[in-house]
């Protein structure tokens, strides 16, 4: 019904950017908030930014200044732009995105994840 396509991710030195980009498709009504997770090797997913509909944001304070949420006009799209990237930010990263289809049925729905790889 709803599907999320990641892309962006890669192999970066530390000190280095990336942007990753998330597509969303399907019977789509209308979409709230827009955001990115990441699960380190061996640890949990953790929210990294957040985007609501009104473009308010939230961001983990690990990244606050680094990276930079954001979605296009149609609210279908959304972004994360990284930069001054660290080892620690080495994760694979999953776009999530909480969505009205066109049934009004509202659910959350989760890209398949990128890998994103900084090296010192």
């Known amino acids: 019904q709803v599907q999320l396509v990641e892309s962006g991710g890669g192999s970066v030195q530390a000190g280095g950017s990336l942007r990753l980009s998330c597509a969303a498709s399907g019977r789509i009504s209308s979409i709230n908030t827009m955001g990115w997770y990441r699960q380190p090797p061996g640890n949990q997913r953790e929210l990294v930014a957040a985007?609501?509909?009104?473009?308010?944001?939230n961001y983990a304070d690990s990244v606050k200044g680094r990276f930079t949420i954001s979605r296009d006009g149609a609210k279908n799209t959304v972004y994360l732009q990284m930069n001054s990237l660290k080892p620690e930010d080495t994760a694979v990263y999953y776009c999530n995105a909480h969505v009205l289809d066109t049934s009004y049925f509202a659910n959350t729905y989760w890209g398949q994840g990128t890998q994103v790889t900084v090296s010192s």
């Open positions: 985007i609501g509909s009104s473009g308010s944001t």
